[in-house]
Structures are given as C-alpha cells and as structure tokens.
C-alpha cells in the first residue's frame, strides 16, 4: 500500500513538474528566437566593407572602432531582448479553453415552457382531429380492407396503422357499423405487435439454442438479452423465463378487452389519450389522464400515449410481465406444450384481475368474443403489401 501511495506521490509530482515545464519550455523557445535575431543583427553591424562589395564572412570589431549610431543600436537591442526575455518568461502562453459567459435574462424575459405532457397530448389531439369516420372508411375502402373477407380468413389485413380513432366514431348510430370501424382500426395494431413479440421470441430461442451447444454469445447479444431480461422482469439467462413471457396474445382477446376498457373506441382516455386498454400508472413522471370517478385517497392516472401503437405495446407488455397475469402465462404456455392453437376465449378466463369487477369483467369479454365471432381472427395475418397514406393516419411502425 505504501508503494501504491508514493507512486501515486511520484506521479502527481510529475504531472505538476509538466505543468511546470510546459510553460517554460515554450518561454525557452520564444528566447531562442529573439537570439538568433539578434545575433544576425549584430553580424550584420561587424560586417567589413571592401570598396562597393559587402565581405560574406562576417568580421568583428571592437567597441572603439563602432559609430556612435552602431553602438546605440546594439545598446537598444540588448534592452529589448533582456525586456523580451523578462516577458517571455513571465507570461507563457495559455491555451486553455474558456466558456463564453452566460448572460442572464430578467424573469419577465424568460419565454413560457409547456411541460412536455401537455405537449403530448395537444399533439394527440391535433392528429385525432384530422381522421374521420368518413376519411377513414374511404382509406379503407382504396387499400381493399373488407373486414368480412378478414374474418372469413380470405384476405390478409393491410398494414394500416392509425395514430389515433376517429374523432367522430361516436357518432355512428348503427352499433354493427361502430364496431366494425373499431375492429377494423385496432386489428391491425394488434396484429403489428404481435409480430414484433414473436420477432424477439424467435431471437431469444435462437441464443438459448447457442447457449445449450456452449457457444459464447456475442457482445451485443449479450446486453440485448440483459435489456430484454429486464424489460420482462425475469432474471439474466433464464430462457425459460423469457419464452413463457414473451409471447403474443390472441387478437380476439386484445379486441374483446379493448372493446370493454374504451366503450369501442368512445372513451374521453381514448380521445385524449390513445388509452384503449385503460392502464393505470402511479408514475408522476408518466403521461396521465385523472379519471373522474378516482376513489378519494388514490393517487393513480389512467396512462396516455402518443399513438394507438405504443398504447397496444404497452398493453402486450403488461399482460406479459405483471404478476398479477402469472395465470394467463401459464395457460398459454400450457397451450404452446400441447401444440395446440392459443385461444383467447380460454385464456379470458384468468384475467379476473385485470378489472375490479373481477369474474363479471370476465364473462363481458366471453361475451364479446362470442357474439362477434372473434376467435376468427386469432388466425389473421398482417399482409406485407405496402400501403401509402396520408402522414396524419398513419402511426410509425418502429419499436
């Protein structure tokens, strides 16, 4: 230890020796130049004169045999190089970099900031302006999305994500026409995030696969997985873990909840919010709408979104992390062994807890599922076929 604190000594007196020596070093150099300046100046005075000719070879003379002019001028000189020298040493350069000074404005100067929640959802509200029922059924109608073709399992669904409804969708009077609309703009959705999960599931298996032949992973690899892990709430390397997690849910149940959760497509949080699901968040970080009805002492917001798109994520990863829906997980992995196709009806039935309704939630989204037929849809498939639209319909597809 002794060692380490007298090398730490040694090398701390070497920095400041550095510092030292830097400035000085650059101060000899200044000095060397003045010199040799001079010194051309005084062989230039010493030089001897044959007729008309200038001697290459430089002479000397003494003192005495210098003109008045000439020992002026080399009396000059000295003073100015020794004024120089002085100078030199005394001011080394400094090539340290400096911040320009911040000038302060006056509180009433200083513009207004909007917080960025507000701004969130002000720009929500401008997007959902822009798409109406009317607008919306005519998109459909030129990328050829009939939803009976869908459900009758003849024609793949377009790759139409809106950002958010319709600002008019309840003013459909017709119950069919309102849902069809609402199941026509949320299946794709749906369908968009189910791909995204069986993209990372296929990788995670792909590195479980590595791991079992003994096989380093990757740098890269490796910290996706750590991020994953902890996305999931599972810990590192637990494959096993992941795979019962990360996987999709059935596009009959994620329509029959959000059917439920946002009065199709007609809620104030779905209007202002993109909140199909109604999730709730504690987070005061978090974009949050307060719902109206909060029971006193509850500190909780139903969570907003900037799009449809990151509301159905969100969705797809809180049924697939909490650990309230630990039964849900374990029937559709129960499904997956068995090799059979995951049936949303019959995972329904372990979502109790996601309402405070408990087994009446349930029986609601048995219902709904039935009644519209949706276990026809657990078999759509997003078509590949790109799809040009408007900038304000669309929501951007990235993860």
Same mark, same amino acid.
């Given at each position: 230890?002794?060692?380490?604190?007298?090398?730490?000594?040694?090398?701390?007196?070497?920095?400041?020796?550095?510092?030292?020596?830097?400035?000085?070093?650059?101060?000899?150099?200044?000095?060397?130049?003045?010199?040799?300046?001079?010194?051309s100046?005084?062989?230039?005075?010493?030089?001897?004169?044959?007729?008309?000719?200038?001697?290459?070879?430089?002479?000397?003379?003494?003192?005495?045999?210098?003109?008045?002019?000439?020992k002026?001028?080399?009396?000059?000189?000295?003073?100015?190089?020794?004024?120089?020298?002085?100078? /030199? !040493?005394? =001011?080394?350069?400094?090539? %340290?970099?400096?911040?320009?000074? #911040?000038?302060? @404005?006056?509180?009433?100067? +200083?513009?207004?900031?909007e917080?960025?929640?507000?701004?969130?959802?002000?720009?929500?509200?401008?997007?959902?302006?822009?798409?109406?029922?009317?607008?919306?059924?005519?998109?459909?109608?030129?990328?050829?999305?009939?939803?009976?073709?869908v459900?009758?399992?003849?024609?793949?669904?377009?790759?139409?994500?809106?950002?958010?409804?319709?600002?008019?969708?309840?003013?459909?009077?017709?119950p069919?026409?309102?849902?069809?609309i609402?199941?026509?703009?949320?299946?794709?959705?749906?369908?968009?995030?189910?791909?995204?999960?069986?993209?990372?599931?296929?990788?995670v298996?792909?590195?479980?696969?590595?791991?079992?032949?003994?096989?380093?992973?990757?740098?890269?690899?490796?910290?996706?997985? /750590? !991020?994953? =892990?902890?996305?999931?709430? %599972?810990?590192?390397?637990?494959? #096993?873990?992941? @795979?019962?997690r990360?996987? +999709?849910?059935?596009?009959s149940?994620?329509?029959?909840?959000?059917?439920?959760?946002?009065?199709?497509?007609?809620?104030?949080?779905?209007?202002?919010?993109?909140?199909?699901?109604?999730?709730?968040?504690?987070?005061?970080?978090?974009?949050?709408?307060?719902p109206?009805?909060?029971?006193?002492?509850?500190?909780?917001?139903?969570?907003?979104?900037?799009?449809?798109?990151?509301?159905?994520?969100?969705?797809?990863?809180?049924?697939?992390?909490?650990?309230?829906?630990?039964?849900?997980?374990?029937?559709?992995?129960?499904?997956?062994?068995?090799?059979?196709?995951?049936?949303?009806?019959?995972?329904?039935?372990?979502?109790?807890?996601?309402?405070?309704?408990?087994?009446?939630?349930?029986?609601?989204?048995?219902?709904?599922?039935?009644?519209?037929?949706?276990?026809?849809?657990?078999?759509?498939?997003?078509?590949?076929? +790109?799809?040009?639209?408007?900038?304000?319909?669309?929501?951007?597809?990235?993860?």
């Amino acid at each position: 230890m002794n060692q380490k604190i007298s090398e730490n000594i040694y090398s701390s007196g070497d920095r400041a020796a550095g510092r030292i020596r830097r400035p000085l070093g650059l101060a000899a150099d200044r000095v060397q130049t003045i010199i040799r300046w001079v010194k051309s100046c005084v062989q230039r005075l010493g030089i001897r004169r044959t007729g008309k000719d200038i001697d290459p070879d430089y002479g000397t003379r003494s003192l005495s045999e210098m003109t008045l002019f000439e020992k002026a001028t080399l009396g000059f000189l000295g003073v100015s190089v020794l004024a120089l020298m002085v100078f /030199a !040493a005394s =001011s080394p350069i400094d090539r %340290t970099a400096y911040a320009p000074q #911040a000038k302060f @404005l006056p509180p009433e100067a +200083v513009p207004q900031v909007e917080v960025a929640g507000e701004l969130t959802l002000r720009s929500i509200q401008r997007n959902r302006a822009s798409l109406t029922v009317r607008s919306l059924r005519k998109t459909f109608s030129t990328v050829k999305y009939d939803f009976d073709s869908v459900q009758a399992g003849e024609e793949d669904v377009p790759p139409v994500f809106l950002m958010s409804m319709p600002s008019d969708i309840g003013h459909i009077r017709v119950p069919e026409q309102r849902k069809e609309i609402f199941f026509q703009s949320v299946l794709p959705l749906i369908l968009k995030v189910n791909q995204e999960i069986l993209d990372k599931r296929r990788r995670v298996a792909a590195l479980a696969a590595q791991v079992r032949r003994a096989a380093k992973l990757p740098a890269e690899e490796r910290l996706w997985l /750590a !991020a994953i =892990s902890e996305q999931y709430k %599972t810990r590192r390397n637990d494959f #096993a873990a992941l @795979l019962r997690r990360i996987d +999709v849910v059935p596009p009959s149940l994620a329509l029959a909840q959000a059917a439920e959760e946002s009065g199709w497509g007609t809620s104030r949080f779905v209007r202002e919010g993109n909140a199909l699901f109604g999730q709730w968040t504690v987070e005061e970080d978090e974009d949050g709408l307060l719902p109206s009805r909060r029971d006193r002492g509850k500190t909780h917001r139903v969570k907003a979104f900037d799009s449809l798109l990151d509301g159905v994520r969100a969705y797809a990863r809180n049924l697939n992390s909490h650990r309230a829906y630990r039964a849900m997980r374990s029937l559709r992995a129960d499904m997956r062994k068995a090799g059979s196709a995951l049936n949303g009806l019959a995972l329904s039935s372990s979502l109790s807890s996601y309402s405070a309704r408990g087994e009446e939630y349930v029986r609601s989204l048995q219902v709904i599922i039935r009644t519209n037929r949706l276990h026809k849809l657990d078999g759509a498939r997003l078509g590949d076929k +790109v799809v040009s639209l408007p900038a304000e319909f669309q929501a951007k597809p990235s993860i």
